[in-house]
């Protein structure tokens, strides 16, 4: 139900899609959909958590990691850039505030946040052990997370690059740029 909801809302529109047309897709009916979620914008919600999933378990990994900042910022990238690529990366872009009240729009805040500042240590811990260039790691942090969310507007499943190939390719942009000079 979740990844339909996300496909939808990606093809259609969050504003464009109902969930009578979920349940269509699904070839459910509507109140079946309720037993599970409470309206549409607990749908929304609920994608966008499947997405964070990746990147949550890439900082874990990177977590455990004895090896350098950037190596293990790279794990965290890789995760992300996979996560934007999924059918859950534009409902992790795009669930705006503005589409969910405000409890909803306050958790999403708070776990971008979360990832925001693991970033922001990683790339200092780079710094501190020489394998990230000195930089300002808030702005880094920024330009990073940015790049990686504007996949969501233009990826699409069919494309001609995979996920993977397309982690890759941003992430070797970001370490050209990060390696000590």
């Given amino acids: 139900m979740i990844r339909a909801a996300a ?3 990606r093809e259609r529109g969050y ?3 109902s969930l009578d047309d979920i349940a269509a ?14 309206s549409k914008q607990d749908l929304l919600f609920e994608c966008f958590t499947a997405g964070l999933a ?11 990691s004895a090896a350098s900042g950037c190596e293990r910022l790279r794990i965290v990238l890789r995760g992300y850039a996979l996560a934007i690529t999924s059918e859950f990366g534009w409902c992790m872009v795009r669930a705006e ?7 909803l729009g306050a958790r999403i805040r708070a776990r971008k946040a979360e990832i925001d500042q693991q970033i922001r240590a990683l790339i200092r811990e780079g710094i501190v052990d020489g394998s990230i260039r000195d ?3 808030k702005l880094t942090a920024f330009a990073i997370a940015g790049a990686l969310n504007w996949i969501a507007h233009w990826h699409r499943q ?3 690059l995979g996920p993977g190939e397309i982690a890759d390719r941003f992430i070797g942009f970001f370490e050209e740029g ?3 000079r």
Avoid: M
Avoid at 54 to 64: K, Q, S, Y
Avoid at 97 to 103: C, F, H, S, Y
């Fill in 25 to 38: 897709e699904l070839g459910v009916t509507k109140p079946t959909l309720y037993y599970y979620v409470r």
């Fill in 158 to 160: 069919a494309e001609e």
């Fill in 135 to 137: 930089c300002d790691a």
């Fill in 54 to 64: 990746g990147i949550f378990a890439a900082l874990d990994e990177a977590r455990l």
């Fill in 97 to 103: 505030d503005q589409d969910l009240d405000a409890a």
């Fill in 15 to 17: 504003h464009n899609t």
């Fill in 178 to 180: 990060l390696r000590p």
């Fill in 7 to 9: 496909l939808a809302f």
